[in-house]
C-alpha cells in the first residue's frame, strides 16, 4: 500500500507539472506582439494648416505597412487602426485649433502588429496669422529672431495685409551669415536686414499653382533700391519652384489667415543685374559672352557693383538675339567674333550712373552708353531703340529692378557704327 501511495503522489506531480507547462504555453501563444515586430520611432509632423498635416516616422523593421489612427486629445484610441502603406502620410480632414493624438503601429504580417507610437500636434486656427506660423514652426526660428530684430516692425506688418511670405529655414540663415561673414544676425545691420527680409514678401496672395502655371517670370517684393523702386524676383519652375536661381521651396502653400507661406532653402539676398542674368536661361548667351575670355572689362565685377558706376540700366538681348546677330555676321559662335568688338557690343548695352525705368524713357530720347556711341529710344508703335547703324532693338520686357540698376530685354543685339 505504501508503495502504491508513493506512485499515486507522484503521477500528481507529473501532472501537476504538466498543467502549469500548458498554461505557459497557452500564455506565450496568445500575445499579438512578436519580440521582432518593433513599433515605429521618430514620429514628425509637419505643414500643418488649419484642415491638414502630413505625418512621416521611422520604421524599426521590414515592414511595408502600418495602422494608423487620429483622435483628439483625451480621446481613447482604438484596438485596431486604418492600414496604410504611405510614409509620409497625408493627413486631412481635420479641425482648425484643435488638439490631436496620432497612433502608428507596424503590421508584420498576419495578426502581428507592433506597439503603438504616438505623437500629438495642433492644427492652426483659422486665425493664424504668417508670424504664428513661423513661431509654432520650429526649423523658422531664426526667421523669426530676424523679423523681431530687423527695421520697420515687421512682426507687427506681417501679422496683417495679406503676403506672400517666402521663409527661409533655420538652416539657410546659418549658411547665408556664414557666407556673408557675419557671426551672429545681431551683426547684420537692421536696415540691411529688414531689406533682404523684404525680399521675401510679395503683396498679395501667389501659391505655387499659380507659379507653375505661368512656367518662369517676374514677380514684385516689397525690398527697395536706394531709389525707392521695388525689386523684382525672378521664379522658375521647371525643376521645382526656384527663386533668383538660388532658393528652391520645400514646403509650399501654408495656408496663414493673412496670406500663404512657402518654406525655402536658402535666404534670397538682395540681387543685382547680374543676379537676374544668371538666373534667366534667355539670358544664358548674354552670361557666355560677358564672361568670355580675352576681355579687357570684368563685365561680372562692374555689374555686380554699387561703386560709382551704378545704378546700371541694361538692355539685355535674349538667346535669340544673340542667334540671329551671328547669322547676321555670318559666324558659327560668340567664339568666332574678336574679343575687341565683343566687348564694344556689350557696353552698347549698359548704361551707366543711371536707373532708367520704362517710365523715364521719352520720344526721341538719346543716351550713352558705355561705348560712347549714341543710341536713341522711340516709344510708338512700342518702345525701340535705334543703334548707330539704324538697326531697330525691341524692348519685349521692362523693369526687372535690381538693387544696382534695372534691366530691359531687347529682342536684337545692339551694335556700335560698324
Not at 511595408?64 to 480621446?75: D, F, K, P
Not at 503590421?107 to 506597439?115: A, H, L, P, V
Not at 516689397?222 to 528652391?248: E, H, K, P
Request: glycine fraction near 6%; aromatic fraction near 6%.
Amino acid at each position: 500500500m505504501k508503495n502504491l501511495s508513493k506512485h499515486y503522489n507522484l503521477l500528481i506531480l507529473i501532472f501537476v507539472g504538466l498543467m502549469t507547462i500548458s498554461c505557459s504555453d497557452d500564455d506565450d501563444s496568445s500575445t499579438t506582439t512578436p519580440t521582432d515586430c518593433l513599433a515605429p520611432t521618430g514620429l514628425v509632423l509637419a505643414d500643418i494648416t488649419t484642415t491638414t498635416a502630413s505625418l512621416s516616422w521611422t520604421a524599426n523593421g521590414s515592414e511595408t505597412a502600418w495602422e494608423y489612427q487620429v483622435v483628439e486629445s483625451g480621446v481613447v484610441p482604438a484596438e485596431t487602426g486604418i492600414v496604410t502603406t504611405e510614409n509620409p502620410l497625408a493627413l486631412a480632414d481635420l479641425t482648425d485649433n484643435t488638439d490631436y493624438d496620432v497612433y502608428v503601429r507596424a503590421n508584420c504580417g498576419t495578426d502581428e502588429t507592433s506597439e503603438w507610437g504616438t505623437v500629438g500636434f495642433t492644427t492652426l486656427s483659422e486665425s493664424t496669422t504668417i508670424v504664428d506660423i513661423a513661431i509654432a514652426t520650429p526649423e523658422l526660428s531664426i526667421l523669426v529672431e530676424a523679423l523681431q530684430a530687423a527695421d520697420g516692425d515687421l512682426v507687427n506688418t506681417l501679422s496683417g495685409g495679406n503676403f506672400t511670405v517666402l521663409a527661409p529655414t533655420n538652416e539657410a540663415f546659418v549658411t547665408f551669415l556664414s557666407d556673408n561673414g557675419f557671426e551672429s544676425l545681431a551683426e547684420v545691420p537692421t536696415d540691411v536686414l529688414a531689406n533682404i527680409l523684404l525680399n521675401h514678401v510679395i503683396t498679395g496672395e501667389v501659391r505655387s499653382t499659380d507659379l507653375v502655371s505661368l512656367g518662369s517670370g517676374y514677380s514684385t517684393t516689397n525690398a527697395t533700391n536706394a531709389d525707392g523702386d521695388n525689386l523684382s524676383l525672378y521664379f522658375d519652375t521647371s525643376d521645382g519652384v526656384v527663386f533668383n536661381g538660388v532658393s528652391s521651396v520645400t514646403a509650399a502653400d501654408v495656408e496663414a489667415s493673412n496670406g500663404v507661406v512657402h518654406v525655402v532653402d536658402a535666404v534670397i539676398g538682395l540681387p543685382t543685374v547680374v543676379t537676374f542674368a544668371a538666373a534667366n536661361p534667355e539670358f544664358q548667351t548674354l552670361v557666355s559672352a560677358l564672361t568670355r575670355e580675352g576681355l579687357e572689362t570684368d563685365f561680372i565685377s562692374v555689374l555686380s557693383s554699387s561703386d560709382t558706376l551704378a545704378p546700371f540700366t541694361v538692355f539685355a538681348p535674349t538667346n535669340a538675339a544673340f542667334g540671329d546677330l551671328l547669322v547676321e555676321l555670318g559666324f558659327d559662335s560668340l567664339d568666332s567674333i574678336d574679343a575687341g568688338v565683343l566687348e564694344i557690343v556689350l557696353k552698347m548695352h549698359v548704361i551707366a550712373s543711371a536707373n532708367v525705368r520704362s517710365g523715364d524713357l521719352e520720344e526721341g530720347m538719346v543716351a550713352e552708353p558705355l561705348a560712347e556711341e549714341s543710341i536713341t529710344f522711340s516709344l510708338t508703335p512700342s518702345p525701340q531703340i535705334t543703334d548707330p547703324n539704324g538697326r531697330v532693338s525691341n524692348i519685349v520686357a521692362v523693369d526687372v529692378q535690381a538693387m544696382n540698376g534695372v534691366i530691359h530685354v531687347v529682342d536684337t543685339v545692339i551694335a556700335p557704327l560698324l
